[in-house]
């Protein structure tokens, strides 16, 4: 297994989770993105609905990896009179995830027009003010937290340039704690960084295939860029990348999820939405068994992936998940080996003959 040097993941992870990219709002990403890529590229494309879609390099089956730019967050709902703004989810249905339990004190980015325009925290109501009933609440919900932002005033709000309909981040920078790594963002720009370092250690020679990268917008909304590229292109194989979930943590069982931080890239037989395709999904397994790059098996629930639409186009394809704890918060923990396998595993398949 290749070893990436690790004084490079930490500063690329920092860097990518930092961008602003809630779902609807990739803007931020793409162009992050665009810089680093295009010079790399034989060819790349901005589609209409603001996919990105290289051509690596390489001749032979066409083989897409794909990672999503967005990040889950909220859009504003209402800006109250005396400046704070009530929330909605910026993914699904109305006043449905993400788990309401995780955003109270965080730092919350106002995403408007052209880029961030407001800083201020995730607020709730606190035990001093709250009646003896709202305390006993045991759910918080949509009415219970907010965005202060330090406005006066719904016009002053309006000035810094929040709308209804602006995009709500948690922003907390990526910090290292000893081999792990946790920040706002890492789904999916962790897969975003292992796309980004495959290109450093790749030689367009050593291609098995023809190679194309793929940036996705709305993953967290429903799979849209994917559905949108999935029209629009045809490929032999796909290799969607994302966040894997892990059973590792105190009140989760190792029987609930049979993968850990550590174990390596998990590659997923079941979500969800599909069964992912058997035999490129084995392809992947002996590859990795051959390299000897550890991995791991997963079956997930209350997930779903891009590579679900692909699969409904046609294309074999199969989610490779980078293990995660805290999924879809603004503390999502990844290991740096986990990086350094996905990456050596891709090279590996990249390179080997179909
Ligand atoms: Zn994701």
Redesign the pocket.
Known sequence: MSAIESDKIFPLLQELCALPGPTGQEEAVREWLRRRWAPRAAEWHEDAVGNLLCRIGGSGPRLLIQA?MDEIGFVVRYITSNGFLLLDTAQGPRRQSPDRRYMVGQVAQVVGRHGVVAEGVFGAATGHVLTPQQIDKAHIDYDDFFVDIGARSRAEAEQRGVHVGAGVIWSWPARRFGTRIAGKAM??RALLAVMDLLLDELDPQALQYELWFAATIQ??NGLHGARALAHQHRFDAMLAL??GLVGDVPTVQEKEYDARLGGGPTLVHKDSGVHYDKRLLWRLADTARAADVPFQHGVYANYG?DAIVFIDHGTPAVLVGVPCRYTHTAFEMIEESDIVATVALLKVFVTTPA
Do not use: A, F, G, K
Request: charged residues 60%.
């Open positions: 999503h789904d999916d993953e967290e994302d966040v992936s």
